[in-house]
Nanobody, 124 residues
């Protein structure tokens, strides 16, 4: 199995950027499809981006398309979420998830392994 640890969250002003990292250990990340999700206070967790195990395919939720970029470096066992033009509505806890049986999953129940989350707060 694989363990995931997110990092890179923090406080940023609206219009700013952050890059989140999802570091994997225990097993090579290259065999897993990876997704990023987020959960804002009082809201359900939502999917925002996915990347295939080779990194040759990606998908984005409409809410982040054109602003966020998902990527991965399998040699470093790490996936990333570059977030630009951040808005207050992007404030949430961000989670990465992985599963060996999913290519571009968009639902929580498609992913077996989850990180603990990292807080992103966007101020106006």
């Amino acid at each position: 199995q694989v363990q995931l640890v997110e990092s890179g969250g923090g406080l940023v002003q609206a219009g700013g950027s952050l890059r989140l990292s999802c570091a994997a250990s225990g097993r090579a990340l290259r065999v897993y499809g990876v997704g990023w999700f987020r959960q804002a206070p009082g809201k359900e967790r939502e999917w925002i981006a996915s990347i295939s195990w080779r990194g040759d395919s990606t998908m984005y939720a409409d809410s982040v398309k054109g602003r966020f970029t998902i990527s991965r470096d399998n040699a470093k066992n790490t996936a990333y979420l570059q977030m630009n033009s951040l808005e207050r509505e992007d404030t949430a806890v961000y989670y990465c998830a992985a599963d060996a049986n999913v290519r571009l999953g968009t639902r929580d129940d498609e992913y077996k392994y989850w990180g603990q989350g990292t807080q992103v707060t966007v101020s106006s």
